[in-house]
């Protein structure tokens, strides 16, 4: 039995096109494979090791640039996802969770969203949080005018306010308040950056890079990745 199991993952499913493109498939089947396979697997394998927060970035703001063909697609899948799988993950005691700009997703998909979260509420087997048109800088950005508006209600010196304003001010604002932050963020596909993914939470996040294209990462990769998250120390800096 492993030790040392993090309560909170997150995951950057990189590869998804690649793995496509590799096996002569439309790019979509790639995002389809990993949408409808690859990451129920995952969520099932981390509730069982006991895994407590479970965070996987679905798209970011760059993902909405792409074709608008490429973006309905995603969409699509958002929506064949929660529909066929909510009450599933509600009767396994599974909690979801939704961070990001939802803005500028579509109404209908708002709505899911937001059934979603509502139906599983009170579920405490596992947080399972998708993040969605989730930028880390955008996140900060949106949480400081949240901030601004608070304190500038029905007070005069908004300037000095603001100047005051301390790091759990901030994260309690965050679209994670109320979430511990990652203890250990993997990247499949073989980049060894996080390219803007939880900039605030991830400052002393234990990071795992790995070669494997995302539809093709298993739930052994991820008993094999939490094993050697298990091996190291953490310092937090001391």
Not at 1 to 21: E, L, S, T, V
Not at 55 to 68: D, H
Not at 148 to 176: M, P
């Amino acid at each position: 039995m492993i030790q040392n199991i993090p309560a909170h993952i997150a995951i950057i499913p990189d590869g998804n096109r690649r793995w496509a493109k590799k096996k002569g498939y439309p790019s979509f089947e790639g995002h389809r494979i990993g949408g409808e396979k690859t990451l129920p697997a995952l969520i099932k394998k981390a509730s069982e090791m006991g895994i407590l927060f479970f965070t996987f970035w679905v798209l970011s703001p760059q993902n909405l640039k792409r074709e608008k063909q490429e973006v309905d697609n995603l969409y699509r899948l958002m929506r064949v996802f929660l529909q066929n799988r909510l009450n599933e993950f509600h009767k396994k005691n599974i909690r979801l969770c939704i961070i990001g700009d939802r803005i500028q997703l579509p109404v209908d998909l708002q709505k899911l969203l937001k059934k979603a979260e509502l139906l599983t509420e009170k579920n405490s087997k596992i947080t399972v949080i998708f993040a969605i048109n989730y930028g880390g800088k955008n996140e900060i950005v949106r949480a400081i005018r949240k901030i601004s508006l608070q304190q500038s209600s029905g007070q005069a010196n908004v300037k000095y306010q603001i100047s005051n304003v301390q790091e759990e001010e901030i994260n309690n604002y965050l679209d994670t308040a109320g979430v511990p932050d990652p203890d250990l963020i993997i990247r499949t596909g073989g980049e060894r950056r996080l390219s803007g993914f939880m900039p605030w939470q991830s400052e002393y996040s234990e990071l795992y890079f790995s070669d494997i294209l995302f539809p093709d990462f298993s739930p052994q990769e991820l008993e094999k990745t939490i094993l050697d998250y298990s091996s190291r120390e953490r310092r937090f800096g001391k």
